[in-house]
Every structure is written in C-alpha cells, then in structure tokens.
C-alpha cells in the first residue's frame, strides 16, 4: 500500500457521504418502518393525552404517498395493502384541505353498518357493550385543562399535592372481538343518535374514544369530521409512547423537560 493510499485510509470518510448515508437512513426508518408522533387533542382521551409522544409503525398496512416524508415518491393508491382490525388505533393524513395528521380508532370496516343509538355504537345491527366504569380522572395541567362537552358540568377535586384533578365519566366499550377499550361520554347530544352509516369499498369508519369531543367518521369533512377514511390516507398505527410531557417544560430550560415529564405515560402501548 502507497502512502497515498495510506493517507486515504486515515481520513475514513468524507463529511458529506456520512451525512448522506445518515439522511437515506433515517429516510427509510420513517418512511417504511416507524416515526413519531405527538397528540395535538384531546379526541382520544382517556387512551391518548395531549403532549403524548409515540411510534408510528409504517408497515402493518403497506405503503400509501403519504407514507414518505413530503410524499415523495408521489402515487396514487397502496401498495402491500393490509387492512386494519377493528379497534386498531391509526394515525392518518386527514381527507380536509387541512393536510393534517389525525388519530382516531378503527371502528368500521369496509360494508360495515354503523349506527350511534343513545351512544351506544351499534355495528352491523348488535349494539357494542358499554360498561360504566370508575370516572377518569386527569390531572390538569397545561397539555391538560379540564376541557368538558357542551352541557356538562366540570367535576374538579383536589388531589392532595396541591393540584387539581378532572373527572370524567368512563365507559368499557367491547367489540366482537372481544377487544375493549376505554371511552369517555359525558352527554347525551346529538352525536349519540346518527346514521346509519354503510362503510364503502377501500374505506374506514373512525371514532375518537372521546366521543363528546371528536371530528371523526360520524361528521362529514363540511361538518369538521374526517368522513368515510379512505385507505390510501392512512399513515400506521400507533404503539408505544416514548415520551409524555404535561405543558410545562421550556425549550430554553432542559431541567424542566424531566419535570414536565408524565413517567406513567412513558412505555404505554396500544
């Protein structure tokens, strides 16, 4: 080996290529495997809060343009398609002029029939099981006012440390399955008497576990819901959180990122 060679070998790579390796990496982690998300609402709520940060995993229901960060490659449909199971939770491009990420739950499938009957989700003509449960209770912070439905009244107790909690009265909603999860309802309004709906080929009915505070499949886009989801607009499906902050932090102070730190949130998975 000549010193030129030699000289070579001791630099190791240039700047440029290492940087490029890194971005076509992280390229192909977000696009075909998995990418964070932060929960911007509270139309989740009890199962999501906002300021929970979370894995998306891109594969389980194959790829879509918006898959890949600025949608390129651009194309239309899917490919390596895979359809959800009811009550998956799927993060997905919202079909408004927003462009926004939303997350709701799997409820409908394609020529499922959904129906809301005195808030009880009927599907396919059998009302889904809905047990009362234990309230909710959220402790309220910045990420977390006590937010409540048009008509309800706002149940906010101490909770011994010099904070306050929200309550809110919890439902177990049980699918065919036997998949359940919890719900809030704190109102009987009009969004617990519509349809029925007759999901379409290549298309999802979504609902947010907060059902008094969520623009999803029960609302058309004009009415600020999502409508029938088509397929090709779904993103992944969520799994884990890696991080939950209740609002407090500052950028500009670092201690306060652990402060701020919900370490109960940290490690939940859906």
């Known amino acids: 080996m000549d010193s030129a060679e030699q000289e070579t070998d001791k630099k190791g790579m240039p700047l440029w290529k290492f940087l490029a390796l890194l971005a076509a990496f992280a390229w192909v982690l977000r696009s075909f495997i998995v990418a964070p998300f932060m929960i911007p609402s509270g139309s989740m709520m009890p199962t999501m809060l906002v300021g929970d940060y979370l894995f998306v995993s891109k594969w389980p229901y194959g790829y879509s343009k918006w898959s890949f960060p600025l949608q390129i490659p651009s194309f239309e449909g899917r490919i ?15 079909p408004d002029a927003s462009k926004e990420i939303v997350v709701k ?3 409908g499938l394609p020529g499922d029939e ?13 009302p889904l099981p809905k ?34 909690i929200c309550r809110y009265p919890a439902y177990r909603e049980t699918l065919p399955s036997g998949r359940s999860y919890t719900v809030l309802d704190q109102v009987d309004g009009y969004a617990d008497a519509l349809g029925p709906y007759t999901v379409p080929a290549g298309h999802l009915f979504m609902l947010g576990d907060n059902r ?7 609302f058309s886009i004009s009415d600020g ?19 939950s902050t209740d609002g407090s932090a500052s950028y500009f102070l670092p201690w306060t990122w652990f402060t ?6 940290v490690g939940v998975t859906y």
Do not use: K
């Open 114 to 126: 959904i129906e809301m009957r005195s808030g009880h989700v009927v599907l396919n003509g059998t």
């Open 260 to 265: 701020a730190l919900r370490g109960s949130r």
């Open 105 to 107: 739950r799997v409820i």
């Open 212 to 218: 008094d505070a969520s623009g999803d499949s029960r």
């Open 131 to 164: 047990e009362r449960m234990r309230d909710f209770g959220l402790q309220i912070s910045q990420n977390s006012p006590c937010n409540v439905a048009a008509g309800a009244r706002p149940f906010i107790e101490p909770d011994g440390e010099g904070g306050e």
């Open 225 to 243: 819901g999502v409508g029938y989801l088509p397929m090709e607009n779904v993103i992944g499906r969520a799994e884990m959180n890696f991080w």
């Open 80 to 94: 390596l398609e895979s359809m959800p199971e009811r009550g998956d939770i799927v993060v997905f491009q919202s």
